[in-house]
């Protein structure tokens, strides 16, 4: 059983710099990506960032290319996303996701694990 546990949330403010962590367990994750998304109440989760667990190959959404970072580390079995130059609009709770189909990589339906999410709050 897959399992993903988010952390790093937490208050910051405008400008400053989060780093959130997910660590997986319980499979065999060469074959993943692993993703990140956040959602804010009444919205529809939405997609961050996705790695490929094997090559490294990355995506992000365009509101935060050029600010967030998306790395793994394979020994951890450890997803990161660094974040900085935050936002008061990046305030959501985040979500760690991953497949092995590699049936695509932005939408909710094309991840099968998710961990609990972590609440990162902007302030202004």
């Known amino acids: 059983q897959v399992q993903l546990v988010e952390s790093g949330g937490g208050l910051v403010q405008a400008g400053g710099s989060l780093k959130l962590s997910c660590a997986a367990s319980?499979?065999?994750?060469?074959?993943?990506?692993m993703g990140w998304f956040r959602q804010t109440p009444g919205k529809e989760r939405e997609f961050v960032a996705v790695?490929?667990?094997?090559?490294?190959?990355?995506s992000y959404a365009d509101s935060v290319k050029g600010r967030f970072t998306i790395t793994r580390d394979v020994a951890k079995n450890t997803v990161y996303l660094q974040m900085n130059s935050l936002k008061p609009e990046d305030t959501a709770v985040y979500y760690c996701?991953?497949?092995?189909?590699?049936?695509?990589?932005?939408?909710?339906?094309?991840?099968?694990?998710w961990g609990q999410g972590t609440q990162v709050t902007v302030s202004s």
């Open positions: 996701a991953a497949d092995d189909r590699n049936a695509g990589w932005v939408t909710t339906k094309d991840y099968d694990y």
């Open positions: 319980g499979g065999t994750f060469s074959n993943y990506v």
């Open positions: 790695i490929d667990w094997r090559g490294g190959m990355t």
